[in-house]
């Protein structure tokens, strides 16, 4: 007998992202994952090594790399839908911990719970703050490369997000802006230079 956790896992290639929003480039979920990661990776250690925290810098990395598993069965649902109103989003959380309870079924019951740690995180915990927030983060640089390149589709994307990300109130997410967000609208040429 085999598992398909893993088959399942890398079918994150094949959801697309932004699904109503016309994009220069199209993005997945495994590429957003691994994006969403080392911005999760960064904001622990800033919180650990600017700030004074005391961050699980591995565990938000790992919450961040299995966020989007779920979605391998639900598939995307875009944010506005997603978020319309209570009753949606309440019976679309209830699809994503069924999705994510289904996926662990696909493992050897041996290696189920250590794998629940990752794909059905603790909400209420630091690492998974600064997850959400590194998830934001990887959407407000999604949308800073589409308005580089002339697409305006994204404009109203990236205000919402952005005042999102500044109302969280972690010194982290500033400290990303102030010193790292300036970066993603430079080419190639102006990196090198630096």
């Not at 959801?15 to 691994?34: D, G, P, T």
């Not at 019951?109 to 983060?137: H, N, T």
Request: net charge negative.
């Amino acid at each position: 007998m085999g598992y398909n956790f893993y088959a399942f896992m890398d079918r994150m290639k094949y959801i697309k992202r932004w699904q109503l929003m016309r994009s220069v480039r199209e993005e997945n979920i495994m590429e957003h994952s691994q994006q969403v990661a080392m911005f999760a990776h960064a904001l622990a250690v800033i919180n650990n090594k600017v700030y004074g925290g005391n961050a699980d810098a591995a565990k938000a990395v790992l919450y961040a790399v299995y966020h989007e598993c779920s979605e391998v069965m639900t598939g995307d649902l875009p944010t506005p839908i997603k978020y319309f109103n209570n009753s949606i989003h309440g019976a679309y959380k209830q699809l994503e911990d069924r999705a994510c309870d289904k996926l662990l079924n696909t493992l050897p019951e041996a290696l189920r719970e250590d794998f629940a740690i990752a794909v059905k995180p603790d909400g209420d915990s630091l690492e998974y703050k600064i997850m959400k927030a590194a998830d934001r983060l990887a959407a407000y640089v999604k949308c800073l490369e589409e308005l580089k390149c002339g697409n305006t589709e994204f404009v109203k994307a990236k205000k919402s997000i952005e005042d999102d990300l500044h109302s969280r109130n972690m010194p982290e997410v500033e400290y990303f802006f102030e010193n790292f967000i300036n970066g993603f609208a430079l080419t190639l040429d102006e990196l090198e230079e630096i």
